[in-house]
Structures are given as structure tokens and as C-alpha cells.
Antibody, heavy 124, light 110 residues
Framework: QVQLQQWGAGLLKPSETLSLTCAVY????????WSWIRQPPGKGLEWIGN???????NYNPSLESRVTISVDTSKNQFSLKLRSVTAADTAVYYC??????????????????WGKGTTVTVSS | QTVVTQEPSLTVSPGGTVTLTCASSTGAVTSGYYPNWFQQKPGQAPRALIY???NKHSWTPARFSGSLLGGKAALTLSGVQPEDEAEYYC??????????FGGGTKLTVL
């Protein structure tokens, strides 16, 4: 059974860099996309971006200038860095697994396994 | 910027049926947006329910179903249980590898 374990600094000052890591246990690392999602207090989910095992990435255009997602296949881990944080970046950050499959004419995409979340607070 | 819209809140009686919808600012939602649905309870991570419009995960209760309805993705709960009270989010896939979550629907069972 695949599990995602995430960690990182929970309290940052404005202008610092947020850094989180997510480790994948109990399943294959290749053949999937690995995503980061965040949720500000009392608000909805926001997709930040994802990466595959080869290092191919997709980013939310609203965050792309400040975000880097990287992968370490030797450790089955992927990481998020968000630069120049402000109070607006205060949120619970989740990592998640994305899969896909199918045949020509019918494809499917899913986001099925999630980490427990890491609370990140940005405050001076 | 693409916006995905859901009903902010809905109320349903126990044992009743309710349909939540998910609309895209780009136009009609089709199967090519691969709609996913998630349930989130307070203090918990989201839990996947439906993927690619109507496919259930192995853990998804039978009372949950997904479809396309009037140009929107839809999640229907039939025979609602008290434990279904939660926030529900849809996720749509767009060209260029983009994913966008809806704003969420708070479902109250009353």
C-alpha cells in the first residue's frame, strides 16, 4: 500500500524560501506524476505543480515564477521550493500521487494517494 | 485564468439524493477534462472518490457516482448518510498539463 510521508519547516519569515519533501513508500515511483497542492486556512485547494520520475514538470502559472519541484529517484522522494514567501503563502501543503492509463480513445487520470499535509505559516 | 465553479453549499436530508456540479470558465466540461472528485472532512487530507468522470476507486462507497450533466461534471450521492457531511472538490485537467480545483461545495446533512 503506497504511503506518502512529507516534512519541512513549518514557520517562515516573509521573503524566505519554503522547502518541503515528500517520500514515497510501498509502491513504484516511476510511471506516475507527483503533485503538490496547498490549502490556505478556511479556503479551497490549489494545485501548485507536479513532476514525473524523469524530472518533467508542470506548474500553476500563478506560482510558476517562484516554484521549483524536483525529484530524487534514488530516494523515491520529490521536493517543493517556493521562493520569496509572503503571508498569502500560509497554508497546509499536501503531496499527492497522480496516475494515468488507458488505451487510444479512452484515457483516464486520477489523483489517488495523498500525504497528511504540512502546515506552513509565514509570519514576521 | 481558468476558473472552476462549484456550488458553495448544499443541504440534503439523510437518505436523500443530492447532485453537486463542477463548471469550467472555458466552456462545457467533457470527458476530456477527466473530472475527479474528492471528499474532505475537517482536519483531514482530501480523499479521492471519482476519477475520469465516473470511475470509482476501490474504496469509494457505491452511493457515490459521477457523470456529465448539462455541460458540467456532476457528483451524485444517493441515500446520503450522516458521515457524508463534508467539503467536496472537483478537479479538472487542462491542456498543457494544467490542473485546476473547483472552489469546493460544503455539503450539510440535516
Amino acid at each position: 500500500q503506497v504511503q506518502l510521508q512529507q516534512w519541512g519547516a513549518g514557520l517562515l519569515k516573509p521573503s524566505e524560501t519554503l522547502s518541503l519533501t515528500c517520500a514515497v513508500y510501498g509502491g513504484s515511483f516511476s510511471g506516475y506524476y507527483w503533485s503538490w497542492i496547498r490549502q490556505p486556512p478556511g479556503k479551497g485547494l490549489e494545485w501548485i505543480g507536479n513532476i514525473n520520475h524523469s524530472g518533467g514538470t508542470n506548474y500553476n502559472p500563478s506560482l510558476e515564477s517562484r516554484v521549483t519541484i524536483s525529484v530524487d529517484t534514488s530516494k523515491n522522494q520529490f521536493s517543493l521550493k517556493l521562493r520569496s514567501v509572503t503571508a498569502a503563502d500560509t497554508a497546509v501543503y499536501y503531496c499527492a500521487r497522480e496516475g494515468w492509463g488507458g488505451t487510444p480513445g479512452y484515457y483516464y487520470y486520477y489523483m489517488d494517494v495523498w500525504g497528511k499535509g504540512t502546515t506552513v505559516t509565514v509570519s514576521s | 485564468q481558468t476558473v472552476v465553479t462549484q456550488e458553495p453549499s448544499l443541504t440534503v436530508s439523510p437518505g436523500g439524493t443530492v447532485t453537486l456540479t463542477c463548471a469550467s470558465s472555458t466552456g462545457a466540461v467533457t470527458s476530456g477534462y477527466y473530472p475527479n472528485w474528492f471528499q474532505q472532512k475537517p482536519g483531514q487530507a482530501p480523499r479521492a472518490l471519482i476519477y475520469s468522470t465516473s470511475n470509482k476507486h476501490s474504496w469509494t462507497p457505491a452511493r457515490f457516482s459521477g457523470s456529465l450533466l448539462g455541460g458540467k461534471a456532476a457528483l451524485t450521492l444517493s441515500g446520503v448518510q450522516p458521515e457524508d457531511e463534508a467539503e467536496y472538490y472537483c478537479l479538472l485537467y487542462y491542456d498543457g498539463g494544467q490542473r485546476v480545483f473547483g472552489g469546493g461545495t460544503k455539503l450539510t446533512v440535516l
